[in-house]
T-cell receptor, first 117, second 111 residues
Framework: DTGVSQDPRHKITKRGQNVTFRCDPI?????LYWYRQTLGQGPEFLTY????????KSRLLSDRFSAERPKGSFSTLEIQRTEQGDSAMYLC???????????????FGSGTRLTVV | LAKTTQPISMDSYEGQEVNITCSHN???????ITWYQQFPSQGPRFIIQ???TKVTNEVASLFIPADRKSSTLSLPRVSLSDTAVYYC????????????FGKGTSLLVTP
């Protein structure tokens, strides 16, 4: 296992189109997180899953955004009707949490850079 | 979530020790303190995590005073490749665990 993989690395789309990103976490990690990062800012939390359950969503996650993790392994993040303000780096991270005790840190992927034109 | 405050930027010369301090006055009993490093166009990378006193690994040391209201990341003998943004995060261990990164500290190492 080489870490967290994200696909694609770059995506350019026209405003109004839908886009979908994929994240493959470290296989034994039960938690998966999506973050968004714009230039000069730190990553902002969007949502996270424990196994296949989506446990928390940020208010940043508008109704145009949807995330799934159908079998508790890979996850997808879809943005419908993209807007120029959606242009950002979308980062996926995973972690292992046992008994609700967080240990260690997140392992991040390299991100998907979205440009909406 | 505990709010953290870090310097926006720091400069250092190669070979020096760099200390980045993070304030987290409302840290909760179950919160851990975690530091990440991020290079441009990459995801953040976990550096070190601690709960109290001192933690050291092959990359850095983390100093946490008894009141835990601040922490200091210490990078010994920095090199040019340590130029990056460093984030301090404080988070709980119960369910609903999600961290926001803040703006971090941009460290520039020069020859």
């Amino acid at each position: 296992d080489t870490g967290v993989s994200q696909d694609p690395r770059h995506k350019i789309t026209k405003r109004g189109q839908n886009v979908t990103f994929r994240c493959d976490p470290i296989s034994e990690h039960n938690r998966l997180y999506w973050y968004r990062q714009t230039l000069g800012q730190g990553p902002e939390f969007l949502t996270y899953f424990q196994n296949e359950a989506q446990l928390e969503k940020s208010r940043l996650l508008s109704d145009r955004f949807s995330a799934e993790r159908p079998k508790g392994s890979f996850s997808t993040l879809e943005i419908q009707r993209t807007e120029q303000g959606d242009s950002a780096m979308y980062l996926c991270a995973s972690s292992i949490d046992r008994d609700n005790q967080f240990r260690g840190g997140y392992t991040f992927g390299s991100g998907t850079r979205l440009t909406v034109v | 979530l505990a709010k953290t405050t870090q310097p926006i930027s720091m400069d250092s010369y190669e070979g020096q020790e760099v200390n980045i301090t993070c304030s987290h006055n409302n840290i909760a009993t179950n919160d851990y303190i975690t530091w990440y490093q991020q290079f441009p166009s990459q995801g953040p990378r976990f550096i070190i995590q601690g709960y109290k006193t001192k933690v050291t690994n092959e990359v850095a040391s983390l100093f946490i005073p008894a009141d835990r209201k601040s922490s200091t990341l210490s990078l010994p003998r920095v090199s040019l490749s340590d130029t990056a943004v460093y984030y301090c995060l404080v988070g709980r261990t119960n369910s609903g665990y999600a961290l926001n990164f803040g703006k971090g500290t941009s460290l520039l190492v020069t020859p």
